[in-house]
């Protein structure tokens, strides 16, 4: 029996003759239709919902690939941690200014508390292991230069977890937990 909503929509049109208009209420024609419907609507948004948290990981391997333009050849491992401490603190300009917007005795904007967020959540990240583009072999390197900003093309590079006291630990794709 079809599932998707166009395929039941066509069973339906086909068996009475493409007349969908007249469906009683709670015929089981009705009941198909809104129960494919109802399936579709529920991929659709299980799908947006994946989409906006992988797209965290996503703009974090853009913003390294974007740090890199310029130079070559593969990174050490104090400049791996710095590269990785200045993603974190990317956002500080834009905090600083938005924190000399606002007028005394005012609560911070929505702005404000977004970029708050992010950090402290990139902060507390980054003590455990933030999950990072490997940039210490060539080959890595060069995959990133290739890498066309979608998620599914991430699967070929290799990452790392970089974390606050120096250490940097392999780690896998997608990223789970402190893999």
């Keep these: ?28 024609s009705a009941q198909r239709l809104r129960a494919a419907g109802a399936r579709e609507d529920k991929l659709t948004r299980m799908m947006d919902a994946a989409v906006k948290q992988n797209q965290v990981y996503v703009d974090r391997i853009a913003w390294f690939k974007s740090a890199l333009e310029g130079s070559v050849g593969a990174v050490s491992d104090e400049e791996l941690h710095l590269l990785t401490q200045s993603f974190i603190d990317r956002e500080d300009e834009q905090l600083a200014e938005a924190q000399q917007q606002r007028r005394p005795g005012r609560p911070p904007s929505k702005l404000e508390e977004q970029i708050k ?50 250490e940097i630990k392999p780690s896998s794709f997608p990223p789970k937990g402190l893999s």
């Design 117 to 166: 967020l992010r950090k402290d959540s990139e902060e507390r990240e980054f003590r455990g292991g933030l999950w990072v583009p490997e940039l210490r072999a060539e080959e890595s390197r060069s995959k990133l230069e290739r890498w066309n900003g979608d998620w599914n093309g991430l699967n070929t590079l290799k990452f790392v977890r970089v974390v606050k006291n120096g």
């Design 1 to 28: 029996m079809a599932r998707a909503l166009s395929k039941v929509h066509k069973q339906i049109s086909k068996k009475r003759n493409g007349k969908i208009n007249n469906l009683h209420e709670n015929s089981r």
